[in-house]
C-alpha cells in the first residue's frame, strides 16, 4: 500500500528558504517515481519536480530549476524538496506523489501519471 505524507510547509518571508518532507511507506522509493506539485488558490495543480526510483536521477521544470533541490534519504523513506529564494508566487499547498517507477521512460514523461497522492502541506511566502 503506497502511503505519503507531507511535512514542513510553514509561513516564510520571501527570500527565505524552507525544506519539505514526504515520508513514504515502507519500500515505496524502491519502487516508485517521486514527484513535487504545488496547487496556488484559483490555478491548475502544477508539476515542480520528480526523482526516479532506479537511481535518484531528477528533474525540474524551468520555474524552479535553480531554486528547488528534490533529493531522497531511502534508510528514511523520505523524499525532500529543498526550496531556497521563495517568492510570493511560491504560495501554494504542495503535494508529494508516488508512481510505479517508469524506468528509462523517466526523462520523457518525468511528471505524469502519479496516482498515489498525500494530503499536502501549505507554503506562504509573505512579509
Known amino acids: 500500500q503506497v502511503q505519503l505524507v507531507e511535512s514542513g510547509g510553514e509561513l516564510v518571508q520571501p527570500g527565505g528558504s524552507l525544506r519539505l518532507s514526504c515520508v513514504a511507506s515502507r519500500h515505496v522509493l524502491d519502487y516508485y517515481d517521486i514527484g513535487w506539485f504545488r496547487q496556488a488558490p484559483g490555478k491548475e495543480r502544477e508539476g515542480l519536480s520528480s526523482i526516479r526510483s532506479d537511481d535518484g536521477g531528477t528533474f525540474y521544470v524551468d520555474s524552479v530549476k535553480s531554486r528547488f533541490t528534490i533529493s531522497r534519504d531511502k534508510s528514511k523513506n523520505t523524499v525532500y524538496l529543498q526550496m531556497n529564494s521563495l517568492k510570493p508566487e511560491d504560495t501554494a499547498v504542495y503535494f508529494c506523489?508516488?508512481?510505479?517507477?517508469?524506468?528509462?521512460?523517466?526523462?520523457?514523461?518525468?511528471?505524469?501519471?502519479?496516482?498515489?497522492w498525500g494530503q499536502g502541506t501549505q507554503v506562504t511566502v509573505s512579509s
Open positions: 506523489a508516488a508512481r510505479p517507477n517508469y524506468h528509462n521512460d523517466f526523462g520523457r514523461a518525468p511528471l505524469i501519471d502519479f496516482g498515489f
